[in-house]
């Protein structure tokens, strides 16, 4: 098993600003993603988050829009930038600690933009 | 890429009556299958899990099988209780996807007492 703290758990934000979310997790880990789930709706994959090189996004998402670090194997970063009232969602670090192993998610962010 | 569909999107039963949730995949590289419950305000949590080269696994009150030719797979829960209330997801991966996973669009399930 494994540990994350995410942080903020919430937060309000205006349009046109940036947020940073931060995944710590208690050990090292190779494999480290970023979810997206919008109120009612299922997890959506933004980013895998790679330690030492830039992260891989889903169709969909760009890095100038969600912008990742990854400095080290337990922890990660996900900006949401120049945010719009359609970004307002719950985002999720997520960990998995092998192959055929199951996701471990964080608490989640709660992202309000007005 | 990988295609997941999830029925039914709601689901009521009776306290004690049992609940089926079946999902469908579409690639049929997908070895890995686990189950997520959600519950209100939480982060997803698994349940239960199978891999492909399982038909059937289970965990006291929960099931879930898996019919690789059909690419389908189920959840079971047996003698339902109101603390099962919750937002159920499937997921399926592939081993040689590093991780990643495609999930289903949740089940709400209420259970009445």
């Known amino acids: 098993s494994a540990v994350i703290s995410q942080k903020p758990s919430r937060d309000i934000c205006q349009r046109g600003t940036s947020l940073t979310i931060q995944c710590q997790v208690d050990?090292?880990?190779?494999?480290m993603f970023w979810y997206r789930q919008q109120p009612g709706q299922s997890l959506t994959l933004i980013a895998t988050a790679n330690q030492g090189s830039e992260a891989t996004y889903e169709s969909g998402f760009v890095i100038d829009k969600f912008p990742i670090s990854r400095p080290n194997l337990t922890f990660s970063t996900l900006t949401v930038s120049n945010m719009s009232p359609e970004d307002s969602s719950i985002y999720l670090c997520s960990v998995v600690l092998g192959p055929n192993q199951p996701q471990h998610f964080g608490d989640g962010t709660r992202l309000s933009i007005l | 890429g990988e295609n997941v569909e999830q029925h039914p999107s709601t689901l009521s039963v009776q306290e004690g009556d049992s609940a089926v949730i079946k999902c469908t995949y579409s690639?049929?590289?997908?070895?890995?299958f686990p189950w997520y419950k959600q519950e209100l305000g939480k982060r997803p949590q698994l349940i239960i899990d199978?891999?492909?080269?399982?038909g059937e696994k289970k965990d006291q009150r929960i099931a879930v099988t898996l019919n690789k030719t059909a690419k389908h797979f189920s959840l079971h829960i047996t003698e339902t209780q109101p603390e099962d209330s919750a937002v159920y997801f499937c997921?399926?991966?592939?081993?040689?996807?590093?991780?990643?996973?495609?999930f289903g669009d949740g089940t709400t399930l209420t259970v009445k007492p």
């Open positions: 050990s090292q880990v190779t494999m």
């Open positions: 199978i891999r492909s080269n399982v």
């Open positions: 690639d049929s590289a997908s070895n890995y």
């Open positions: 997921a399926a991966s592939m081993g040689t996807n590093a991780g990643k996973s495609t």
